[in-house]
Each structure stands twice: as C-alpha cells, then as structure tokens.
C-alpha cells in the first residue's frame, strides 16, 4: 500500500557516506535529494516532474511520475506525490541544504531562448540514477528541471548552456562503469549533439570568446584531435580524474571557424577521438598498449612519442591535486617510468637519440598502453588484469647476463637495449 512520508532532510546531511548507510536507507536519501533538486530547480509552485515513481506494487514497476508543490508557511515544505498510486509525501529541511537547487532557478527563468530534447523515461531514470559525475550547478538545474509531458520527459536547454551539458553529459558516458546506464546517458548525449547542430532560429546576440590559454608545449601539431598527442592527452583525461570537456575542448580547435556547421563538426571530431580512446580503456583496456604501440611505430625518431607524453602531461595538469593522491596509492613508485624515459630522451641532447632504437621505442610504447591501463584499474578500485611491468627480482632459470653483453637473442644488441629494458611489458 502507498504511503505518506513525513521527512526532514536534516536527518540525511549526516557525515556518513552512501557506502556506511544501510541500503534501504540510502535508496530514500537518493530518491527524497532527488525531489527536492525537482522542486527546487524552478520558480514554479506546482509542476509534474521527470523523476519516476521509485515503488514497485506486486513487483512490477510503478509507471507514474512524482508530482511536487511548494509551500513556504509555516516553514519551506515540498509536498510530493506519484501521478499513478498516490505514494506522497512531505519534505522539510531542506533549504540551504546539498539538494537546493533554489538558488540557481533563477537563472534558468531569465528570458533566454531554449531548446526542448525529449528523452524517454528509461534514458532520463538513467541520467539521474548510478555514480554521476560531479555536474556544474547550472546542468544540474538544467536536468532537474525535466518536466513529464505527453512527449516524454522534456527538459529545456538555454541556447547558451547546450554546448556545455553536451560536452558535460559526454564526459558522464565515458567514466560510467555500468554498461546499461553508459548507453542511456550516451543515448542523450546524441540527442543533444544533434539538437546543438540545428541552426539557430534566431541570434542568441553577441558570440562568446572561444579562446583559452594554451601551453606553449601544446602549440602547432599537437592540437589535430587524431594525432599523438591527443591521443595521450584522452588516454590521461580518461584513465585518471575526470575533467569537463568545456576544461579541454577548445584546445583542440581552430580560433576561427568558417561557419558555426564548420565548428560543430570539429567539435564532434575531437569527442569522437575521445570516446575511441574510452571505448579501448572500458572495453578492451588489455589490448590497449597495441595502440600505444602502434604509435610508436609511426616515426622512427620516437617523435610520436614525445608528442604522446607531452599530451599525457598536459592532461595531468589540468587536475595536479587528484593526480598526486592517486599516484600515492600505487605501493611501487615507477607507474609513470616510460613518461621519464620519454622525458630523459627528449631533454637530454646526449640520450636522444634512444628512441632511434626501434626495440626500445615499441618496449616504450607497449608500457604506455600498460600503464595507462593501470592507471584506468587504480582510480576506479579495480581489480588489476595482470598487466605488471617485468619484475626485476623474478626468479630465472637461465644464467643472469650482464647489461652491457651481446644480448642472447641474437640481435647484435646490447643487452640493456633490448630483451632486458626495464621498460619491457610483459
């Protein structure tokens, strides 16, 4: 039987974490925060919102959406209740508090010209639902704000925040771990990559300032979205902390654009070089030093691989922070040994000419992929695929050679240069 639920979010802002709470218990907290962000994304007093009705009467899932109303007397309340079997509630408590969205309703009211996407009720249940990264505030009131109609659910996009939620909802896809939220969020990113390239109806009024501040290392070549260094650059922005898209996009395209067609399908060019390299970590992420491999391969000065490094450097420093706490979690200290070995190459004009070694360069390129792979495996608590550098103390039957000797294999050789590379993966 549906119920009444009279509840206080003062209760919820406790120090614990979703983990430390019970299930039920965090199941409540997840779907209450989602109702007041719904009634709080607006100005209006009463509206039938996106979010679905979270009972299952004799097991079967309740095809209603909540509806919620606003009160301000005696104290702010939020009066919800489910169109199809009435389960309703109360909420106080909750203004001020991590679910008020109210202080960013205001923006979304502005008079702005907006673009309505109408998503199914599976796609947005998926938005809203799992492990969602952190979000800007305005997406945040953007999505929230979803309203159910005979269309679905619609939710209205500024013309000026489009990009944004785009690039924001794209960014959410690729870190999704859970195969059947990733394609209902990669649904609505298409929905809305499509509705960004319509032409306007009209002017949205003076054009924004499309330039960000570039290092000089990452000038010239490197910025083709199918290069060396886009690929190192994704590698890192995937593998490791997440990091907007509107933090990195504009690097990758041109300051000046023939038409605003031009500029979408750069744009669409650079994020799907970004999802490949996604898709190889998510999917096929013990294959992925081929790629780096293949890399390697493509110039025989280890060019490439400069340009590959630079890219996973730069990507590293758009979050330092985060990136010293997860390197701090590895108990051996030479995760990132092929970037120093790339680094040593390239700085030191004595050393160049190493990676003119063809051994060399693809052990190089191989430990990149593996690296990078553990990287993906560390930030996200998985378990490792067995994909370990060599092991300098691994027992061998065979007598040790010196690094200096011919190496055994017969490839005229030195040793150190080629079957006993500390940068050799296994």
Not at 135 to 145: L, P
Not at 165 to 185: C, I, M, P, Y
Not at 229 to 240: E, K, M, R
Not at 416 to 420: D, H, P
């Given at each position: ?40 994304a ?9 979010l679905p ?5 004799r097991?079967r899932?309740?095809?209603g959406?909540?509806a ?10 939020v ?9 309703s509630?109360?909420?106080a ?16 009211s502005?008079?702005e010209?907006?673009r309505?996407?109408?998503l199914t ?6 938005w ?21 109609s ?10 000026s ?28 990113f ?20 499309r ?5 000089p290392r990452?000038?010239g ?5 199918d290069?060396a ?12 902390p ?19 067609e ?6 669409q ?24 491999l ?14 590959w ?6 990507a590293?420093?758009l ?11 590895f108990?051996?200290k ?5 970037l ?12 160049r000419?190493w990676l003119?070694?063809?051994t ?21 608590g998985?378990p490792s ?10 027992r ?9 000797a ?7 050789k030195?040793y ?5 590379s500390?940068?050799?993966?296994v």
């Open positions: 039987m549906p119920g009444s639920h009279i509840t206080d979010m003062r209760d919820f802002d406790l120090p614990c974490t979703e983990a430390e709470l019970p299930a039920q218990a965090a199941r409540l907290r997840h779907f209450l925060g989602n109702v007041v962000q719904a009634a709080t607006t100005l209006h007093w009463e509206s039938i919102t996106g009705c979270q009972r299952r009467p097991n899932r309740c095809l959406s909540i919620v109303r606003k009160a301000d007397l005696p104290e702010p309340f009066f919800w209740e489910c169109t199809a079997c009435a389960d509630g109360r909420i408590g909750f203004l001020g508090g991590s679910y008020d969205l109210s202080a960013f309703a205001k923006r979304g502005e008079c010209q907006t309505d996407v109408a009720v599976e796609e947005y249940r998926s809203i639902s799992g492990d969602m990264i952190p979000y800007d505030s305005e997406s945040m009131q953007i999505i929230y704000s979803a309203a159910a005979k269309r679905g659910i619609v939710v209205s996009v500024p013309e925040a489009l990009e944004m939620l785009r690039d924001s909802t794209a960014a959410d896809a690729n870190h999704e771990s859970n195969r059947k939220r990733q394609a209902g969020v990669y649904s609505i298409d929905k809305l990559n499509q509705l960004l390239e319509k032409p306007k109806t009209r002017s949205s009024g003076r054009s924004r300032d330039h960000t501040r570039i290092s990452t000038a070549r490197h910025r083709e979205a290069s260094y886009a690929h190192g650059f994704f590698s890192a922005i995937v593998a490791g997440t990091v907007m898209p509107t933090r990195w996009l504009q690097r990758f395209l041109s300051p000046k654009h023939a038409s605003v031009a500029l979408n399908a750069n744009s060019r650079v994020m799907n070089a970004y999802n490949e390299v996604a898709e190889q970590l998510l999917q096929r992420r013990h294959r992925f030093g081929d790629a780096t293949e890399i390697a391969r493509r110039d025989a000065q280890g060019n490439t691989l400069v340009d490094h630079l890219g996973f450097l730069d590293m420093d979050s330092p922070d985060e990136w010293t706490a997860l390197l701090s979690s108990k051996r030479d995760i990132l040994s092929p120093a070995m790339i680094s040593q190459c390239s700085e030191d004009p004595s050393k000419g003119r070694d063809q060399l360069r693809e052990n190089i390129g191989r430990s990149l992929g593996v690296m990078t792979a553990r990287l993906w495996e560390a930030y996200r998985e695929m067995q994909m370990e550098f060599e092991d300098a103390a691994q061998r039957d065979e007598p040790k050679v010196s690094r200096n011919p190496c055994p294999c017969g490839s005229a030195k150190k240069r080629c079957c006993g500390t940068l050799r993966a």
